[in-house]
C-alpha cells in the first residue's frame, strides 16, 4: 500500500536498501513499478559458511542471490553491493569468490575491510579480544587480522570495486594475472583508488555531479590514512 500511495503522489525514483532473502518476484514487481531506480544490498562474504557462521547473515546461497539479482537487472534496476573483506578465516580464494559473485551479478560494488568492535561477538576469532578501534582507520581500513593471506587479501579489496564492473569473459583469462598482483603490499596508491571506487558508487546513487574539491578530499584521505 505504501509503494502505490509512493506511485500516486510522489512518483519519483528512488533507490532503496534491503537484504536480499526478503526479496519476492512479486515484491521487485511492485518496487520497480513504484519507481525504484536502485538497489543495494549487503553480499558481505561469496563464502556461505563465512556468511552464516562467522558473521550470522540470514541463510543464502550464492546460486538463490544470483537468481534474485538477475530478476532486478531485468527491470532496469541498478544494483550496488556492500562486502567486507579480511574477514576471520578468510583465505584469498574467498576473497576471490567474493569478486566473482559480484562479476557474475553485474553489480557496482563497495567493499570494506572488516572493522571489528571490541567486545563484540565476531572478535572471539581474533587473537585479541581486546581489540583497540582507535588504532584502526574507517576511512581507508586497516586490520589487525593475522595469517599469510591476510595482506594479499588487503591488495585484493584496493581494487576489487573497478574488478567488479569487468565482464566474466575478460575477468576470466586476467585471474592469474590479478592473483600475481596481489602480491604487491598496500600503499597510500592502492588505497586512493580504492576511496575513489567508493566516490564514484556514491556519485552513481545520488546522481549528483562530481566536485573537484570533493574528490582531491578522498585522495587527501587516502593519503593521511597510510601515515
Known sequence: ELLKEYKDKIHLPFYAQTVLNTLSESLVDALSDAGMAHLIFAIESGNERIRQDILRRPKITNERMLELAQLVRNKGIKITTQEMFALPT??????????????????????????????????????????????????????????????RIVTLQRFC?????????????LKPVIRALTRIPDNFIFRFFSNLNYFFVQKRMTNKSCSFLFFLRYGYFARKSFD
Open 90 to 151: 578468510e583465505t584469498l580464494d574467498d576473497a576471490f569468490l567474493t569478486l566473482e559473485l559480484n562479476i557474475k551479478m553485474r553489480a557496482r560494488m563497495t567493499a570494506t575491510i572488516l572493522h571489528p568492535y571490541a567486545n563484540t561477538d565476531i572478535t572471539k576469532h581474533y587473537d585479541d579480544p581486546t581489540i583497540n578501534v582507535d588504532n584502526l582507520s574507517h576511512f581507508a581500513g586497516e586490520t589487525i587480522l593475522k595469517g599469510k593471506d591476510v595482506p
Open 161 to 173: 570495486g573497478w574488478l567488479a564492473i569487468l565482464p566474466w569473459n575478460i575477468y576470466k583469462p
